[in-house]
């Protein structure tokens, strides 16, 4: 059951998602999924999504976990190329360790905690 609730808005260069709710790996993982199918539906490239909202924490072996339930739908979605998240920083240690085994999976999807930074990199043609 997801306990987080998900709103859109869509502009020409990315789709913007708050996720408001509980932070769990299940309902982190229940909406990566709708998420990604979203973004497939409109045919959104790059993706913002805010998650400072969400309540409670997840672990280093969440992530883990989370990252290969993730990666395929990410890989197989054939339109998503980018991924930026916008986080509170009390989770930059998890943040990081989401950060570098996503790169190590040549997946372009990064953790921070500036919202202005999030859309820097989210914009950046170059950025990896």
């Known amino acids: 059951m997801n306990t987080c609730h998900v709103t859109y808005s869509h502009n020409p260069n990315y789709?913007?998602?708050t996720i408001r709710g509980e932070r769990t790996r299940d309902t982190i993982?229940?909406?990566a999924r709708e998420v990604v199918?979203?973004?497939?539906?409109?045919?959104s490239a790059r993706l913002l999504a805010d998650i400072r909202d969400l309540?409670?924490?997840?672990?280093?072996?969440?992530?883990?976990?989370?990252?290969?339930?993730?990666i395929p739908d990410?890989?197989?979605?054939?339109?998503l190329e980018k991924v930026s998240v916008i986080d509170?920083?009390?989770?930059d240690t998890v943040s990081r360790t989401f950060n570098e085994l996503a790169f190590s999976e040549g997946v372009k999807v990064r953790v921070f905690s500036?919202?202005?930074?999030?859309?820097?990199?989210?914009?950046?043609?170059y950025a990896t």
């Open 74 to 79: 990410l890989r197989g979605s054939g339109v």
């Open 37 to 43: 199918a979203k973004c497939m539906e409109l045919g």
């Open 88 to 91: 509170l920083s009390k989770h």
């Open 114 to 125: 500036s919202h202005t930074d999030a859309i820097s990199w989210l914009l950046d043609e």
């Open 15 to 17: 789709l913007f998602a």
């Open 55 to 70: 309540r409670g924490s997840v672990n280093i072996y969440d992530v883990i976990h989370l990252l290969r339930e993730v």
């Open 29 to 31: 993982a229940d909406v």
